[in-house]
């Protein structure tokens, strides 16, 4: 689980084969770019990991905006990446199969990226 995470280009992803990976990140970040963690958690998928990010809509760096949804999402996702079976997450099934991440947005409901 990973919370609007700073990966430089080229950030190694082999250590991340056979494990599961959710990211949560900003569209309005400025400190890190939504873009270049996109491109790590394809990566980390060619390289076997089970990897999926999810934008917050209008999010920020400090996840202050929307937090009650940060929050709610992130506690969802690490129950369920401890225990699939007993806390399944459906934010996360779709983040791992989407080829673009999905957006959330007002009230943190699913919505295709534009």
């Known amino acids: 689980m990973a919370l ?3 990966c430089p280009p080229g ?3 082999g ?3 056979d494990r599961q990976v959710l990211v949560l990140h900003g569209s309005r970040d400025r400190i890190t770019d939504p873009r270049e963690f996109a491109a790590y958690v394809s990566r980390a998928r ?3 990991a089970r990897a999926g990010m999810l934008i917050v809509e209008n999010g920020d760096h400090a996840m202050l905006r929307h937090h009650d949804g940060w929050h709610r999402t992130a506690s ?3 129950a369920h990446l401890i ?3 007993t806390s399944p997450s459906p934010l996360f099934t779709l983040a791992a199969s989407a080829v673009e991440p999905p957006v959330l947005r007002q009230g943190l409901v699913v919505v295709a990226r534009e």
């Open 4 to 6: 609007a995470p700073w």
């Open 11 to 13: 950030e190694p992803v």
């Open 15 to 17: 250590q991340l084969r």
């Open 46 to 48: 060619t390289a076997g």
């Open 76 to 78: 969802s996702a690490v």
């Open 83 to 85: 225990a699939p079976e």
